[in-house]
């Protein structure tokens, strides 16, 4: 296995992917770049360590530790937007969610060099998803938890403050309804906001995977990470991003999220 791919196999019919918590960046490209921390910015920052409880459900994980600046293992790899008409970024990011150039100038990836970072990481996590997928699909109906998070205000990509919780299945297609309405009600019994297919309505992995007619229902979970870490009330800079993980703060999230978890599995075992 590469050493950069986590894959933690359970048994209960849950899979998470962590598409976005990785930071690591090969050193080749890493001098090519504008500066590491812009590299690194526009991680999920801190995500698997807030769904760690998630061990006690017996789920399965799947996480690239590879940056999304070097690839983004949740977008089409043949360049269709999935939002088309509003900003978003591509299979290999030139600029952050803030619009700042990644690459130095005449740094960019060519064409060779994306299918060459296609080949090496995005192939490996996704066959290591449809890996899981079809040893537990072999036992009964599996749900794909894609687990996301991002800053609360990044005016660029949506206006005002994003809810707390974000649920995406793509206007009703990659999941069974119920399991949408399960995670829906199980958001908002905690009184924070949250919304069903709103700016974030699931990336290339939920619909991809999600084939809810042959027993595959994957949903996304993008969260605004005031839940867990202090967003900077200003200007986002080295000096005050990434903020570090609360886990007093995150407590009413994880409690939440637990909950989502656990009406996942429930769809999936009724």
Partial sequence: MQD???IREGASPLIIGFPHTG???PAEIEARMTSPWLARKDADWWVDRLYDFAVEL???FVR??????VIDVNRDPSGVSLYPGMTTTGLCPLETFDGESLYRP??????AEIDARRAAFFDPYHAALQGQI????AKGPVVLYDAHSIR?????????ELPQFNIGDNGGTTCDGALTQGVEAACAVSGLSHIVNGRFRG???TRHYGQPASGVHAIQMELADRGYMVDPAGPVDETNWPSPYEPARAERMRETLRAVLTACIDFAQA
Wanted: charged share 25%; proline share 5%; aromatic share 8%.
């Fill in 23 to 25: 930071t690591a960046i």
């Fill in 152 to 160: 609360s205000v990044v005016p660029r990509l949506f206006e005002g």
């Fill in 4 to 6: 950069w791919l986590t």
């Fill in 203 to 205: 990336g290339w992995t």
């Fill in 58 to 60: 017996d789920a399965t």
């Fill in 106 to 111: 005449g740094q960019e990836p060519d064409q």
């Fill in 64 to 69: 690239t530790g590879i940056s999304r600046s």
């Fill in 134 to 137: 079809d040893r537990l699909r």
